[in-house]
Nanobody, 124 residues
Framework: QVQLVESGGGLVQAGGSLRLSCTAS????????MAWFRQAPGKEREFVAV????????RYADSVKGRFTISRDNAKNTLSLQMTSLKPEDTAVYYC?????????????????WGQGTQVTVSS
């Protein structure tokens, strides 16, 4: 079992920045990919960014490319998401997720464990 706890969400004005963090505990040795997803009210959960430890690679959704940066500290089992130039359409609950896939997958079904989510609200 892996437990994930997110933090860092909040309310920010458009154009502002936020940094989300996710800390993993438990059987962290089984983790390869760690990712961020988000879900806005009335919408499906969508992929944001992913990091693969095995291939040392990252991947981003087109909607956040150039504005968000995913980073990972394997020694501390933490995942971060630096969000800049935030837009009202970035408003959502952001979830951290982990899985064992080698590649930088964006499919929610490839992730075994999920955090409880942290709310990000961007005002216009």
């Amino acid at each position: 079992q892996v437990q994930l706890v997110e933090s860092g969400g909040g309310l920010v004005q458009a154009g502002g920045s936020l940094r989300l963090s996710c800390t993993a505990s438990g059987r962290t040795g089984s983790i390869n990919v760690m990712a961020w997803f988000r879900q806005a009210p009335g919408k499906e959960r969508e992929f944001v960014a992913v990091h693969s430890r095995l291939v040392s690679s990252t991947r981003y959704a087109d909607s956040v490319k150039g504005r968000f940066t995913i980073s990972r500290d394997n020694a501390k089992n933490t995942l971060s998401l630096q969000m800049t130039s935030l837009k009202p359409e970035d408003t959502a609950v952001y979830y951290c997720a982990t899985g064992q896939k080698a590649a930088t997958t964006s499919r929610p079904t490839d992730f075994n464990y999920w955090g409880q989510g942290t709310q990000v609200t961007v005002s216009s």
